[in-house]
């Protein structure tokens, strides 16, 4: 029997979070997409719970794959699941996690088993810099460096052309690079990460402190006076209508990126940066201002060499990036 055409064959992926679980298929050469449907996830109803959840989506965007190209069940070819960690790659595991407050939680073969079909198991920011590097804003870079940034900051590296692991499965962690070394306390439980300053809840964090200084803002009127509500997102609107403290922030949190992406140029010699995540929202506000301090700290064949891009994948790039890792570890692509 003659093999069917990469078109005619499907894998899904899953993007696993402490908030929204996202799946969705795609053919083998990345050329038809199908399903990207999201849900919450709800950690607090347990493992067993999330994992049920996510079999039910799965099995969703399954039929609606099937019944959009005719295919059967045989053309799905397996699952790549994106999930927090740090992982055990090898045995499936997801560590710990405490989004999730997962340990040791065999997650791949549980999905894998419910569903029939075989799946692999990485990094959620690997499998996002990977789709932005098959698919996305990242395409035709041979090395890569990915920036995830929202709720924290995470990080994936492809070098020649393949996600890059480490020893033990952390590479990448780039939120983690230690920017202050005597600066602000890190959920990690290090000082000074670049995730202490940059993430989405530390940006809110560092506009509060610089209100409590009193300088007028539009930014209280935009949550009503509660500023336990202010987000990253209202900072970067505040900032696109011209708030000046709110484009203060934004701009030194472009410094503080900058100086962190600097850094990466000078060690990995990328051809490309991407960010993703709610960052891109801030636009050129952000962009600009942390180009100009790339150029200003890194060396200038790294500066020339490299491109520094805003993600193009929105909501979606953790499941391509998922797919592309079952594709890669099948040999498929």
Not at 52 to 64: F, K, S, Y
Not at 264 to 278: H, K, Q, S, W, Y
Not at 281 to 294: H, K, S
């Amino acid at each position: 029997m003659a093999r069917s055409a990469p078109h005619d064959r499907y894998i899904l992926g899953v993007d696993l979070g402490g908030t929204n679980i996202v799946v969705g298929a795609m053919s083998v050469d990345g050329t038809r997409e199908f399903g990207m449907h999201e849900i919450p996830t709800r950690a607090a109803m347990g493992a067993d719970a999330v994992v049920e959840r996510i079999v039910q989506l799965i099995e969703r965007v399954a039929a609606e794959t099937m019944a959009a190209t005719g295919a059967s069940r045989d053309a799905l070819l397996g699952v790549g699941i994106g999930s927090p960690g740090p992982l055990d790659r090898e045995r499936g595991l997801v560590i710990f996690t405490p989004n999730l407050g997962w340990r040791d939680f065999p997650l791949r073969d549980r999905v894998s088993e419910a569903v029939g079909l075989p799946a692999t198991l990485d990094n959620d920011a690997n499998c996002a810099t990977l789709g932005e590097w098959w698919r996305g804003a990242a395409q035709g870079g041979r090395n890569v460096v990915g920036l995830t940034i929202g709720t924290g900051i995470g990080g994936g590296l492809i070098l020649d052309g393949r996600l890059y692991h480490g020893a033990s499965d952390v590479a990448g962690e780039l939120g983690h690079a230690t920017i202050d070394s005597t600066g602000r306390r890190c959920g990690c439980g290090n000082y000074g990460c670049l995730e202490a300053y940059a993430s989405g809840p530390a940006i809110a964090e560092r506009a509060r402190e610089a209100l409590a200084g009193g300088e007028p803002s539009s930014m209280p009127a935009l949550v009503g006076g509660d500023l336990s509500r202010l987000t990253a997102a209202l900072v970067y609107q505040a900032a696109r209508e011209g708030d000046r403290l709110a484009l203060e922030v934004v701009r030194e949190t472009a410094r503080l990126l900058g100086a962190g992406v600097a850094n990466l140029l000078n060690i990995f010699n990328p051809d490309t940066v991407v960010l993703a995540g709610g960052v891109t929202q801030a636009g050129d506000a952000l962009f600009e201002p942390m180009r100009a301090e790339v150029r200003r700290r890194a060396f200038k064949p790294a500066v020339d060499a490299c491109r520094i891009v805003p993600g193009s994948l929105q909501g979606k790039a953790g499941v391509v990036g998922a797919i592309a890792t079952f594709a890669q570890q099948q040999g498929l692509m």
